[in-house]
C-alpha cells in the first residue's frame, strides 16, 4: 500500500514539475515577444521621423526638416 502512495506523491511532483517548466517556457515567449513589438515600434518611429525630415527639408529647408521629422515621428508611433 506504500507504494502506490509513493508513486502517486512522485507522479504528482512530476507533473507540478512539467507544468512550471511549461509556464516558464510561456512566460520566455511572452517577454521575447513583447521585446519585438517594443522595437518594431521604435523602428517605426525612427523610419517616420527619417521621412518626415527629408520630405521637410526638400519643401522648407533646416526649420522644414525639424517640422517633418516631428510630424514623421507622430505619425511612425500611430
Given at each position: 500500500m506504500s507504494y502506490s502512495v509513493m508513486n502517486a506523491g512522485n507522479s504528482t511532483k512530476s507533473q507540478a514539475t512539467k507544468s512550471l517548466k511549461t509556464l516558464a517556457d510561456l512566460e520566455q515567449n511572452r517577454d521575447?515577444?513583447?521585446?519585438g513589438i517594443k522595437q518594431q515600434k521604435k523602428n517605426s518611429q525612427m523610419s517616420g521621423a527619417a521621412s518626415g525630415a527629408m520630405?521637410?527639408?526638400?519643401v522648407g529647408?533646416?526649420?522644414g526638416a525639424v517640422i517633418g521629422a516631428s510630424v514623421?515621428?507622430?505619425?511612425?508611433?500611430?
Open positions: 521575447t515577444t513583447n521585446k520630405v521637410g527639408a526638400s529647408g533646416p526649420w514623421g515621428l507622430l505619425a511612425g508611433s500611430l
